[in-house]
């Protein structure tokens, strides 16, 4: 009974939403969505040798509005805002300690932990050219209140660290996004070499984006610092071919850029997950009315998964006290490759 618990979760919510069109060119659509949520966890209190009641009751209003102005029948611009919140995992409330064998570290949950709330703001523009085709441009900014993070706590004696969730103070997120997909369907007619891509079709997503945390804690490393599990930069894409024949093929491509997986303290660096690239194959052909048969392999380039820590440090070359200037050093606390995975699948329809 010392690590071991019941929870629940209950939430009643009410919405009421409004469309309303503004001559031929505005639609404006606006909600209010109420939350009543209530949150149990019963255990044991390991300490006191009492039983253990957690519970968390909340009243939230939730606005939203989305604003789209119309610029020609493929075209138009949005501007969409909203609150949403990031409520903690029973398992992050849980004041109770487990050994994570992948982590090779003790995890705490926080029964303090606060519900973090989120102000979204988004601008986009639209372009949809022709059937299955789309162009969308967009820029946002995301405002969070007591944002919930992993964070490193050093061990006592061993010289090592665990892992503790706790809010921070505040957050921003501010960036760009593309999606695209573009289908070469329009080749068809071609009269040149051109006609070949007709059967493909290409999307792309990607995003840049720049945040930034402020923390008052004393146990952090740093008051200001990019966002816990948020990536500089993301990128989605895929190639798509589909004949008349009954041959399909996709490649699917992704790769993030380096983030903060654990926030560190002033002993122990943060520990980052550097860039992983993704490919990933799958055919599938029709044989005949009745018969198709696939193919698939999940990581193609089964590219390491890599943590490190990046210690800058003063070095004293000539040991004479002195520093001669700051270093850099990368240590990896883990890696290891997730391997491919390949599947082969027949499907008979009678």
Known sequence: P?????????????????KLPIYAL???????????????????????????????????????????YTITEKALIRFAYGLTV????????????????????????????KNAYVQNFDLRYELYPSMGEMLNIGFFYKKFDNPIEATLFPTSGSGGWDYLFVNTKSSTSLGAEIDMRKSFASLTNSTNFLKNFRYFTLT??????????????????????????????I??????????????????????????????????????EMPFHLLDLSVNKTVNKHLTVKFGVKNLLDDKVIFK???????????????????????ITKEYK?????????????
Request: net charge negative; glycine share 8%; hydrophobic share 30%.
């Open 2 to 18: 010392s690590d071991s618990y019941k929870a629940q979760n209950d939430i009643l919510a009410y919405y009421l939403g409004m």
């Open 26 to 68: 505005f639609n404006v659509y606006a909600g209010l969505r109420v939350e009543n949520n209530k949150q149990v966890l019963n255990g044991f209190d390991n300490k006191t040798n009492l039983p253990l009641d957690i519970t968390n009751k909340t009243t939230d209003l939730f606005p939203s509005l989305n604003i789209t």
């Open 86 to 113: 990031n409520r903690p995992e029973f398992r992050e409330i849980a004041p109770y300690s487990y050994y994570d064998f992948a982590l090779k570290s003790t995890v705490y949950g926080n029964d303090s932990l």
């Open 204 to 233: 792309l997503n990607a995003s840049y984006i720049y945040s930034k945390i402020v923390s008052d804690a004393s146990y952090v490393r740093d008051k200001e610092r990019p966002m816990q599990g948020q990536s500089p930069f």
């Open 235 to 272: 990128v989605n894409t895929g190639i798509y071919y589909q004949n008349e024949k009954g041959l399909m093929v996709s490649v699917l491509y992704n790769v993030i850029g380096k983030r903060i997986m654990y926030v560190g303290n002033p002993n122990s660096p943060h520990i980052y």
């Open 309 to 331: 820590q990046i210690v800058t440090f003063n070095k004293d070359i000539n040991n004479d006290g002195v520093g001669d200037g700051e270093v850099e050093r990368e240590q």
């Open 338 to 350: 997730p391997g491919r995975y390949f599947s082969v699948g027949f499907s008979y329809q009678f």
